[in-house]
């Protein structure tokens, strides 16, 4: 049974930092591209970030230069690095892994950025 479970959500001020985490269990985690994505209230899921077997990354262009993805395949662990955060990155955040040619998502961590 494949799970994601994400953790490290919260509330933090405008400019702060959140460290959220992904921890995958039923997949091989080592050979699956791996995302995070966002949905606001009313607004559609969009791309934050996405990494690669090989560790390639791409992101979202409202995060450039702010948000780093990791992972570490010996945790079998995604982790999103959220820098200099900004009101209007308040979403619920889903991590997802991309398994035979879908994404399979976690249940969501609430991000709250206060101005």
């Known amino acids: 049974q494949v799970q994601l479970v994400e953790s490290g959500g919260g509330l933090v001020q405008a400019g702060g930092s959140l460290r959220l985490s992904c921890r995958t269990s039923g997949i091989i985690f080592s050979i699956n591209t791996m995302g995070w994505y966002r949905q606001a209230l009313g607004k559609q899921r969009e791309l934050v970030a996405r990494i690669t077997s090989s560790g390639i990354t791409n992101y979202g262009d409202s995060v450039k230069g702010r948000f780093t993805i990791s992972r570490h395949n010996a945790k079998n662990t995604v982790y999103l690095q959220m820098n200099n955060l900004k009101p209007e990155d308040t979403s619920v955040y889903y991590c997802?892994?991309?398994?035979?040619?879908?994404?399979?998502w976690g249940q969501g961590t609430q991000v709250t950025v206060s101005s």
């Open positions: 997802a892994a991309a398994l035979e040619g879908r994404w399979t």
